[in-house]
């Protein structure tokens, strides 16, 4: 694929981001490119070293290891039953489609899925702080899910709160989390830190401004709009 890390490839680093969840389309307003474009670095640490032969799906995996102890209490048993998937193996073509830099960097599909596409070009500590924070937000979706009667969700109206909460708690636990420097890249970690405060604050106005619109249709037509969706009748279509 050109200018990304195939989904089969196994590379040291692979292709960079687009703010924690790709862009909003809602009023124009969309975050800033966050990724570097730098040539990959040389590996900082032996188990970095080892990464070089791995897939971005099994360095996602490592990652995702190492974050689950600074998930929220209780729901470590919920996280072990999720797999993380490439792109290519989602069956909606037009939500595969979607999974690039300028849309979704990943998709939580089910309670037990997160989708992933490769990473944009960064060295070795700003890709393990990309996976850090980002899989942080899917596992905000997973824990929704699991409270949403174990279903994704049903309204536009109840995906941009999903997606309003999962930024507004990615930021906080930014906050207060240690990201120790050795293996977490401190800049990029800052980026996506106000990433995050960005797409909360964004999202919060946004329902402000749609709950004042008289008329379920039209709320949700407004959500709709603004989640920047790719196309599809019905929002379960989305969740095949």
């Known amino acids: 694929m050109s200018d990304q ?21 809602g009023n124009n307003k ?12 040389k590996p900082n640490t032996p188990s970095q070293q080892r990464q070089g032969t791995l897939t971005y799906v099994q360095r996602a995996d490592i990652e995702w290891k190492l974050l689950r102890p600074d998930l929220p209490p209780g729901s470590g048993k919920l996280m072990k039953n ?9 069956p909606n073509p037009k939500l595969r489609a979607a999974l690039n830099p300028n ?11 997160i989708y992933l596409m490769p ?20 596992a905000m979706h997973v824990i929704q899910f699991a409270q949403n009667s174990n ?15 999962a930024y507004c708690e990615t930021h906080k636990w930014i906050n207060k989390t240690n990201h120790p420097p ?7 970690i800052k980026d996506l830190k106000k990433q995050a405060r960005v797409n909360c604050k964004y999202m919060r106005l946004e329902i402000k401004r749609v709950e004042k619109i ?8 407004e959500y709709k709009n603004f989640l920047g969706l790719p196309s599809h009748n019905n929002i379960s279509d989305l969740y095949q």
Request: without cysteine; aromatic residues 8%.
């Open 182 to 188: 050795r293996r977490y890249s401190s800049q990029k």
């Open 82 to 90: 999720v797999t993380l998937k490439p792109r290519k193996s989602h």
């Open 30 to 41: 969309k975050p800033g490119r966050l990724g570097f474009n730098k040539k990959p670095g």
């Open 151 to 165: 279903n994704p969700p049903k309204k536009y109206a109840d995906m941009m709160k999903f997606e309003k909460n």
């Open 119 to 138: 990473p944009q070009s960064m060295t070795p500590k700003e890709e393990s702080a990309y996976w850090r924070v980002n899989l942080y937000h899917e």
């Open 5 to 25: 890390e195939s989904d089969d490839e196994t590379r040291g680093i692979g292709p960079g981001s687009r703010g924690i969840s790709g862009k909003l389309a």
């Open 103 to 113: 849309h979704f960097l990943m998709w939580t599909n089910s309670q037990t899925e």
């Open 214 to 221: 008289s008329g379920k249709v039209g709320r949700e037509r």
